[in-house]
């Protein structure tokens, strides 16, 4: 018998409408400062428990106050943008009037981490990878969410 349903959020129980990307515009101003960007570091913007801007002054990436502004709109237009999917919540629902536990298990930068949980207010059990400091598919992430 299943007794609990864990989803990812983007593509699978959310969707962003309006794609402003501030996270790849941070790394492209971050790469055009001359500073390396690499696999460790944009897995460090996803698993940092900080704010936007402060993953851009651990990694150095030096913002002007226009620059900081530009990208501090780019990232509520994304986050203001982003709906859950009718069919999800309706499958969330469903299985939790079953008595199914259901989880939410997903890579996502700190920022997002509040407008999947204010979609979801009836889901209790979440995995995010700003919380935890590791990204799917590390064993870490499931088995804090099997735990």
């Keep these: 018998m299943i007794s609990a349903a864990v989803f990812d ?3 699978t ?4 409408r309006r794609r402003t990307n501030p996270d790849l515009q ?38 002007s106050a226009s620059k900081r502004v530009e990208l501090s709109d780019a990232l509520e237009q994304e986050l203001s943008s982003i709906e859950s999917y009718p069919d ?7 299985l939790q009037d ?33 919380e935890l400091g590791v990204t799917k598919p590390d064993p870490h992430m499931y088995r804090f969410i099997c735990g």
Aim: proline share 7%; glycine share 10%.
């Design 88 to 94: 999800a919540v309706r499958a969330i629902a469903e």
């Design 9 to 11: 959020a983007f593509g």
């Design 13 to 16: 129980i959310v969707r962003i």
């Design 26 to 63: 941070l790394m492209r101003e971050g790469r055009r400062q001359g500073l390396p960007i690499t696999p460790e570091t944009t897995q460090f913007a996803m698993t940092a428990d900080l704010p936007f801007a402060g993953i851009a002054d651990h990694l150095g990436i030096a913002l």
């Design 98 to 130: 079953s008595g199914i536990l259901v989880a939410v298990c997903s890579n996502l930068a700190k920022p997002y981490g509040p407008v999947i949980k204010g979609l979801f207010p009836n889901i209790k059990y979440h995995a995010f990878s700003f």
